[in-house]
């Protein structure tokens, strides 16, 4: 399929476009934006700023992907903004560029982002990311993949989320969400694990239970939360299992805390 460029759209000298690339009528593509194969940027949708977009990406009407950076630091170059495959950006969705120059906003494949959700400076997305509509992640923040935030959530700037974690909708995170667990409130608190997160992706009952005991003992005992780590390393029934080896790393990793 060839490339469709309609002439009321603005595709600036020097953006280079891939193979079977759409770009309808409004959109406006910036001179420094790469698109990958197969990518339809809708009309009225704009991509500018040092862009790199992977393959069968679908940018829908109104979203800005490669918009400045809202960080009052930046004092100019050429920060940029890398998405890889098969991304959707539904309606007035912005994913902004890193603040300094050379940096990256990092975006990886197969994620979702639905209407108005923000992706600010130097975040680093995974794959497989669920994104609902108006919630935000501030800068340098971290998700792992798998992971679901949930309608109109705000995550504050360096919080890391773990892998197939979930934030529920309306909350506020202001620490890290530990790999498979469940999160809601304002501000948020680890409440379950993400058992339907994890069905949805293929984990068996037996891991499942491994995640239920990490979390009974990290969130629910009497344990403060390095005794709960001792505890996990060396006299948990399941210590060597790679649940709880990856929930115990992530958490002695956490610079902000648990949520």
């Known amino acids: 399929m060839s490339t469709q460029i309609h002439p009321q759209s603005i595709v600036e000298d020097g953006a280079q476009l891939g193979e079977g690339v759409v770009v309808e009528a409004f959109a406006m593509v910036g001179r420094n934006a790469i698109i990958g194969d197969d990518t339809i940027i809708r009309h009225h949708a704009t991509v500018e700023g040092k862009v790199i977009l992977g393959k069968a990406n679908e940018i829908h009407p109104?979203?800005?992907?490669?918009?400045?950076?809202?960080?009052?630091?930046?004092?100019?170059?050429?920060?940029?903004?890398q998405i890889?495959?098969?991304?959707?950006?539904?309606?007035?969705?912005?994913?902004?560029?890193?603040?300094?120059?050379?940096?990256?906003?990092?975006?990886?494949?197969?994620?979702?982002?639905?209407?108005?959700s923000h992706v600010a400076h130097d975040c680093i997305v995974g794959d497989n990311l669920i994104m609902s509509s108006h919630s935000a992640l501030g800068g340098h923040v971290i998700v792992?993949?798998?992971?679901?935030?949930?309608?109109?959530?705000?995550v504050h700037q360096?919080?890391?989320?773990?892998?197939?974690?979930?934030?529920?909708?309306?909350?506020?995170?202001?620490q890290d969400v530990a790999p498979f667990m469940l999160a809601d409130g304002s501000p948020a608190e680890v409440r379950?694990?993400?058992?339907?997160?994890?069905?949805?992706?293929?984990?068996?009952?037996?891991?499942?239970d491994v995640a239920k005991g990490v979390f009974r003992t990290v969130y629910r005992g009497d344990l403060?939360?390095?005794?709960?780590?001792?505890?996990?390393?060396?006299?948990?029934?399941?210590?060597?299992?790679?649940?709880?080896l990856e929930i115990i790393d992530f958490t002695k990793n956490s610079d902000r805390g648990l949520a």
């Not at 890391?160 to 309306?170: E, F, I, P, Q, T």
Request: hydrophobic residues 35%.
């Open 62 to 81: 109104y979203s800005l992907i490669g918009g400045l950076t809202h960080d009052l630091k930046f004092s100019g170059g050429e920060p940029a903004l």
């Open 84 to 116: 890889g495959d098969r991304n959707t950006f539904r309606e007035y969705c912005t994913a902004h560029v890193a603040t300094n120059d050379q940096n990256k906003t990092l975006i990886g494949s197969d994620n979702t982002f639905l209407a108005y």
């Open 158 to 174: 360096f919080c890391r989320l773990g892998r197939n974690c979930m934030v529920s909708a309306c909350s506020k995170l202001v």
């Open 224 to 244: 403060n939360r390095k005794q709960a780590i001792d505890y996990l390393e060396n006299d948990f029934e399941f210590k060597t299992d790679k649940i709880t």
């Open 192 to 208: 379950s694990i993400n058992k339907v997160g994890m069905e949805r992706n293929g984990f068996t009952k037996e891991q499942i």
């Open 144 to 154: 792992a993949d798998h992971v679901n935030i949930g309608w109109g959530v705000g």
